[in-house]
């Protein structure tokens, strides 16, 4: 029984190229028969491993390195809770309702806007790789 749907943005970092991306993945939480609880992820309608594991470490679009991903916001999907006085709006001619829906184009995972990213390193940063000047080095005062 599904007890929970929703889309999570999963924030990406990459720890060699310090790339940042994300991606709205769809969650489904189920109870099975013996009350255990499963989690589905899927990835522009195609299943996928959970994105906070490593076997679903997503590759970084820089380098290729996967990394772990990690929650960066939620939306919760509403479950209908049953046929009493939910919302709903029946379906009476199945093939003729809403018949644009098959031909909409796929709304992707990878559509929102994305971190800006940020520059190379200005000089004295740790990442820079001159030579630093030692006070002996700079000759009489």
């Known amino acids: 029984m599904i007890t929970e749907l929703a889309v999570e943005r999963v924030e990406f970092t990459c720890g060699h190229c310090w790339r940042q991306w994300s991606v709205d993945f769809d969650v489904q939480r189920h109870t099975g028969p013996d009350s255990a609880e499963w989690e589905y992820f899927a990835l522009d309608g195609h299943p996928s491993e959970s994105p906070y594991t ?60 994305q971190p800006v990213q940020p520059g190379p390193p200005g000089p004295g940063s740790w990442t820079d790789t001159a030579p630093t000047t030692q006070a002996s080095d700079r000759g009489p005062r």
């Open 54 to 113: 490593p076997r679903g470490a997503l590759p970084c679009p820089g380098c290729g390195r996967h990394w772990v991903g990690r929650l960066l916001a939620r939306r919760p999907v509403p479950v209908p809770p049953g046929p009493g006085g939910t919302p709903r709006e029946a379906v009476t001619d199945p093939v003729g309702h809403r018949p644009e829906r098959r031909h909409a184009p796929m709304l992707a995972a990878r559509d929102h806007r």
